[in-house]
T-cell receptor, first 110, second 112 residues
Framework: GIQVEQSPPDLILQEGANSTLRCNFS?????LQWFHQNPWGQLINLFYIPSGTKQNGRLSATTVATERYSLLYISSSQTTDSGVYFCAASRNSGNTPLVFGKGTRLSVIA | NAGVTQTPKFRVLKTGQSMTLLCAQD?????MYWYRQDPGMGLRLIHYSVGEGTTAKGEVPDGYNVSRLKKQNFLLGLESAAPSQTSVYFC???????????FGSGTRLTVV
């Protein structure tokens, strides 16, 4: 099956700093999503982005499907951005469920 | 609009006991999924369903059974709980394979 690798595994930022999280995947994808798991454990869908670029406030994401990677950008980070960010991908359209990476744990310090 | 609701939120079981986790969604989603989350492992797929009456195995199905008798509900059963099944269990749903997932808030299960 598809392999999903995320980097870095851990990241500590000062409030106000910018960051880039990377997701590499081993095969062509028809579904790629970014999730944020907050400190209380809730998983929130940030982006559905199998290709192209999307932006939502201070967050944006870019997927370059031909080169098999996706990037999540966080600008002007806030303490509420802390948590674990997961990338997940599935190989084919239709029935194949998402495979998750192991996540990037982000800590934003005031 | 409740989205995806999981019950219970917490449970402690003794080894060998059985239990059922319930996932309910009110978004008319066709697809539903059960994942487990263990420290440092990300989320791993247990079972999933692509429609009412269907189920399929995921990456780590051993020791679990599922049923999807109604479109809005997806049940995960543990017939004889083992300490290795101590984990946080997440249910998710989507319109289809190429759509965004909505997750429930999770069930924290401890098997002693």
């Amino acid at each position: 099956g598809i392999q999903v690798e995320q980097s870095p595994p851990d990241l500590i930022l000062q409030e106000g700093a910018n960051s880039t999280l990377r997701c590499n995947f081993s095969d062509s994808v028809n579904n790629l999503q970014w999730f944020h798991q907050n400190p209380w454990g809730q998983l929130i869908n940030l982006f559905y982005i199998p290709s192209g670029t999307k932006q939502n406030g201070r967050l944006s994401a870019t997927t370059v499907a031909t080169e098999r990677y996706s990037l999540l950008y966080i600008s002007s980070s806030q303490t509420t951005d802390s948590g674990v960010y997961f990338c997940a991908a599935s190989r084919n359209s239709g029935n194949t469920p998402l495979v998750f990476g192991k996540g990037t744990r982000l800590s934003v310090i005031a | 609009n409740a989205g995806v609701t999981q019950t219970p939120k917490f449970r402690v079981l003794k080894t060998g006991q059985s239990m059922t986790l319930l996932c309910a969604q009110d978004m008319n989603h066709e697809y539903m999924y059960w994942y487990r989350q263990d420290p440092g492992m990300g989320l791993r797929l247990i079972h999933y369903s692509v429609g009412e009456g269907t189920t399929a195995k995921g990456e780590v199905p051993d020791g679990y059974n599922v049923s999807r008798l109604k479109k809005q509900n997806f049940l995960l059963g543990l017939e004889s709980a083992a300490p290795s099944q101590t984990s946080v269990y997440f249910c998710a749903s989507s319109y289809g394979g190429d759509y965004g997932y909505t997750f429930g808030s999770g069930t924290r299960l401890t098997v002693v």
